[in-house]
């Protein structure tokens, strides 16, 4: 839950590129070292699907860390956790998309009550005052982020005989290995520099917070979730996010608008309902 507000501190010392990359950098390093130790050296090979988890890594692991650490930059963490809850809508409709499975219309009407929520609360009742200020930049890339993770949830059901292990940690790769590009091509472009030691030991806890419990325990536990729950159960129980995020920003003096309260409870309880909704027609 503390992702986002420690992530927007974070970046005033490591730009986006550079936060993306040493959080997975060493988050697959360590990945790479738990499945040898506790599925073999031959665990690590791709037996035919590098394709897949190239396209599925890239999309979800690149994609998602671009957008949202970029958009972040510009927007605020409250905003961050809000639009990221839109991934339980995106998932329903994307299921609906790929595999033909329609939504209930209770589901439909909870993802309208949901969409309007996070317009709320991303324009705080003015959509022009949104327009300026460069906050709906950040916003959308946010939400382009949202959209990458849903395609990457979707992933699991390609790689049947993966451990959630395996399949973290061999989507990493690839996706580790983008983020590394973009940080290369926006260095040389001058859109990002290259930290320093000193820059690195200043967030050195932060750092440690992002590559041990969000890349190795977030993404492996996620993973795990996925394959067990599904992919539109998994991103229900991600609800309590913006809750932790906006709990957090008001201890730290943040005093939010009566419109942002409204429409976050309306994303909440709209995602709430459908979750019991659809738990009590299973």
């Keep these: 839950m503390p992702l986002f507000p420690i992530a927007k501190r974070t970046l005033p010392y490591l730009d986006a590129y550079a936060l993306g990359t040493v ?12 499945l040898a130790a506790t599925e073999g050296r031959q665990a690590l090979r791709y037996d035919g699907r ?14 998602f860390n671009l957008f949202v650490w970029i958009g972040l930059e510009y927007t605020r963490p409250e905003h961050a956790s809000i639009i990221v809850q839109m991934q339980t809508p995106l998932t329903a409709l994307a299921v609906w998309l790929a595999r033909g499975e329609r939504p209930a219309r209770f589901t439909l009407g909870c993802v ?20 300026a200020g460069g906050d709906l930049v ?17 992933a ?8 959630p292990l395996r399949l973290t940690a061999l989507t990493c790769i690839p996706g580790t290995v983008g983020l590394l590009l973009a940080n290369i091509i926006a ?28 890349v190795v325990l977030g993404v492996l ?28 920003e008001a201890a730290l003096g943040r005093r939010f608008a009566a ?10 309880g709209a995602l709430a309902a459908n979750n019991l909704y659809v738990r009590a027609r299973a």
């Design 50 to 63: 590098l394709g897949a988890a190239l396209v599925f890594g890239m999309i979800g692991i690149t994609g």
């Design 23 to 34: 959080r997975y950098g060493i988050g697959v390093v360590l990945l790479l070292l738990l």
């Design 156 to 163: 699991a059901g390609r790689f049947a005989g993966w451990s």
């Design 138 to 154: 950040g916003d959308v890339l946010i939400f382009l982020g949202a959209l990458s993770w849903v395609i990457y949830t979707l």
């Design 221 to 248: 536990a996620f993973n795990a979730a996925a394959r067990l729950l599904g992919p539109l159960n998994t991103m229900l129980m991600l609800n309590l996010v913006p809750v932790g995020v906006f709990a957090i």
């Design 112 to 131: 309208a009550v949901a969409i309007a929520g996070v317009l709320l609360v991303v324009t705080q009742g003015d959509p022009l005052r949104a327009l």
């Design 259 to 268: 419109s942002e309260l409204i429409g976050a409870a309306a994303v909440i």
């Design 187 to 214: 260095v040389m472009l001058g859109a990002a520099a290259a930290p320093s030691l000193a820059t690195l030991g200043a967030v050195g806890w932060q750092i440690a917070y992002f590559s041990i419990c969000t």
